[in-house]
């Protein structure tokens, strides 16, 4: 199905399979991931005091960043996978930070009391979730009432690159089905306000925001990272399991993101949606 095409939503599913799972090759871009370039349509609402959790934490960069700007406050990281969290736990140690812990989280039942946080941060997180109106339900009911939903989301469907690539669409095609099939929705970006509004958020701000790789430097840690993860990666072995890809088919895949990673004039934009959603007191 060509990427452009739009795609019937898929029916909720109480669990969802994390897709890329936690290879080397996916941490080297979840590191990579700071406030600043990640969460900054949020930074400009936080306050020194205020309680941030910080939903789907992974190696804890942003969370670390998190518990920077909130200094006279205190910033948990939550995970659904334990073994990330030791990495997190080891980012806050290097930075010496003592605002911020982390625990084990699933987003569908979040185990901590109505009106515990200021803010309640997802990056990267609803597109794989299994019920995400259902997750923004749960992240409203643990806010304090004034206190701030802030979601971010990138949206395979309008990652655009060029030049043009069989292969890479080949890899958009590829990722979205098996994304699909393991219960998420990779075109989530487009639908965070709607999925903010049917979870019973009335005070969103909606916006967007866009990653991109063009410099030699940029194209080849880019390209490199999605070449390493559709060949070693958790979701290499579920599009194959599944039936999705033959190993032949994710060799050419990888091979064709470093064949445009080599191209002079690459240049690859991630499209992101983000929304900003006050509590009514």
């Not at 949020?42 to 998190?66: E, F, N």
Request: charged letters at 25%; proline letters at 5%.
């Amino acid at each position: 199905m060509p990427a452009s095409q739009e795609t019937p939503p898929r029916k909720p599913r109480e669990t969802a399979v994390y897709t890329h799972g936690h290879h080397e090759s996916v941490l080297r871009s979840h590191t990579w991931r700071t406030a600043a370039n990640s969460a900054g349509y949020l930074l400009g609402s936080l306050k020194p005091h205020m309680r941030v959790l910080d939903i789907g934490c992974g190696p804890g960069t942003i969370t670390a960043d998190l518990a920077e700007l909130v200094p006279d406050g205190k910033v948990t990281g939550v995970d659904q996978a334990p073994g990330v969290l030791d990495q997190a736990r080891a980012t806050a140690a290097a930075r010496g930070l003592t605002n911020v812990d982390f625990a084990v989280a699933d987003v569908h039942a979040l185990d901590f009391p109505d009106d515990t946080f200021c803010v309640v941060h997802a990056h990267q997180v609803l597109q794989h979730v299994g019920d995400p109106v259902q997750a923004l339900r749960e992240m409203r009911r643990v806010t304090r009432p004034g206190g701030f939903i802030a979601v971010r989301d990138s949206d395979y469907a309008a990652m655009t690159w060029y030049p043009a690539s069989a292969g890479l669409d080949d890899w958009l095609d590829l990722y979205r089905r098996v994304a699909r099939a393991n219960g998420g929705e990779p075109d989530a970006g487009r639908r965070l306000k709607s999925w903010a509004l049917r979870a019973g958020l009335t005070d969103i701000t909606a916006s967007s925001g866009t990653w991109t790789y063009s410099t030699a430097e940029e194209r080849e840690w880019w390209s490199g990272l999605w070449a390493d993860r559709t060949l070693a990666s958790a979701y290499a072995q579920r599009a194959t399991e599944s039936g999705h890809a033959t190993v032949e088919r994710l060799r050419a895949v990888s091979d064709a993101w470093r064949e445009w990673g080599a191209q002079e004039d690459g240049w690859f934009c991630v499209l992101h949606g983000e929304i900003l959603c006050r509590k009514g007191v």
